[in-house]
């Protein structure tokens, strides 16, 4: 079976790299056909006209990589009984896609919602943290850095819009922009001013870990760029996007006593994503995740076998230790 | 009337500082023990 890959952006692309590295058979969509053929020829894919053409017998799993929403691709493509691997971090577009969940049990597939690396790698180390702790309390992730230039606009209006969160088991927004905290990526990114963002962590974690009664993200943004946040970007956006991080804070207790466990990576953001969506597409091929909706981190998942796939793939996950927590 | 002058001058200069030192400014301070170490996961 193959897996089709919709958006050759940044991300795509190293998507299906990933895949064809990996002896998977790989069908590759792009709304820009001069990008489709370039990426088919050096990679040995098969160009396909349209995202909707892909024939369930011979493609079992679709990546959509593509900046546009992917709520409605998704619901059609599974509606055909195609399973999707969704790398959108809209918050809206995540709320739409965590409603299909009905939609994908009826047609005996799996929507993956957040595989990327804000949400995705977020879900995944929290599940590895979890296993340090008896009870989870409170989930904190720090995004720095951007993917391609639609990551980098998403950034942008992130910091403008109303931040979800958990808190005691409700739902919070919050200001964008606001709550500045300093925080310590790994190396070489180091401590990074972040502030609350409307991003989509919160609400593939509080879906993972519902016992947790507080859950937040936030990003690494300058005093200028909360300044300029509401105004149109004022200089185009890197098409490569730089280095990027991740970092995940749990609190919780062990024994009666509180714990707080720290992990993260730091890597160009489109390769992180890039290696996340690669192993859950493989995942989702060789039938290790149930039907329906699944968000990376939940208890029913392999997410140990995800994680570790995630790290053959290049990604090096590291710990804080020695901080006496 | 010199003294609003005087008063609002004083204003404008006060806040050019403090949006200079807002947007310039660098603070915080570095965890002085522990680090990052590359995690081990457990061989599955």
């Known amino acids: 079976m193959s897996v089709a890959v919709v958006g050759l952006g940044v991300v795509g692309a190293r998507v299906a790299r990933q895949l064809t590295s990996s002896s998977i058979p790989v069908l590759v969509h792009d709304r820009r056909p001069d990008v489709q053929e370039v990426t088919a020829q050096a990679l040995k894919a098969r160009p396909i006209d349209s995202a909707i053409d892909v024939r369930p017998d011979e493609t079992s799993v679709v990546v959509l990589a593509m900046p546009s929403r992917q709520s409605s691709l998704t619901r059609r493509l599974v509606e055909r009984g195609v399973s999707v691997v969704c790398t959108s971090d809209d918050v809206d577009d995540v709320r739409d896609l965590l409603e299909l969940d009905a939609v994908a049990r009826a047609n005996g597939v799996s929507i993956v919602v957040g595989a990327a690396a804000s949400p995705g790698l977020s879900g995944l180390l929290v599940a590895e943290l979890a296993s340090r702790v008896d009870v989870i309390d409170e989930i904190h992730v720090g995004v720095h850095g951007t993917g391609g230039p639609a990551c980098a606009r998403q950034h942008h209006r992130a910091l403008a819009g109303d931040a979800p969160g958990w808190h005691d088991g409700q739902w919070i927004t919050r200001p964008g922009g606001s709550g500045r905290e300093l925080l310590w990526f790994p190396e070489p990114i180091g401590s990074r001013d972040c502030y609350r963002a409307e991003l989509a962590d919160p609400l593939t974690l509080q879906r993972a870990f519902p016992s947790a009664t507080r859950i937040s993200a936030r990003v690494s943004a300058t005093r200028r760029d909360r300044l300029t946040a509401r105004l149109p970007m004022m200089s185009p956006p890197h098409a490569e996007g730089g280095l990027g991080g991740v970092r995940v804070e749990i609190r919780g207790s062990r024994g009666g006593e509180r714990r707080t466990e720290v992990a993260g990576t730091a890597e160009r953001t489109g390769i992180i994503s890039g290696a996340v969506a690669c192993a859950a597409a493989a995942s989702v091929l060789s039938s290790a995740l149930p039907t329906g909706v699944v968000v990376l981190g939940s208890a029913d998942l392999p997410n140990g076998a995800i994680l570790d796939d995630v790290i053959k793939r290049g990604i090096t996950i590291f710990e804080y230790v020695g901080s006496g927590a | ?44």
């Open chain 2, 1 to 44: 009337m010199k003294m609003l002058r005087r008063a609002i001058a004083a204003i404008t200069l006060t806040g050019i500082a403090a949006a200079i030192l807002r947007i310039r400014g660098k603070g915080g301070v570095p965890p002085e023990r522990g680090g990052w170490r590359e995690l081990t996961r457990p061989p599955s």
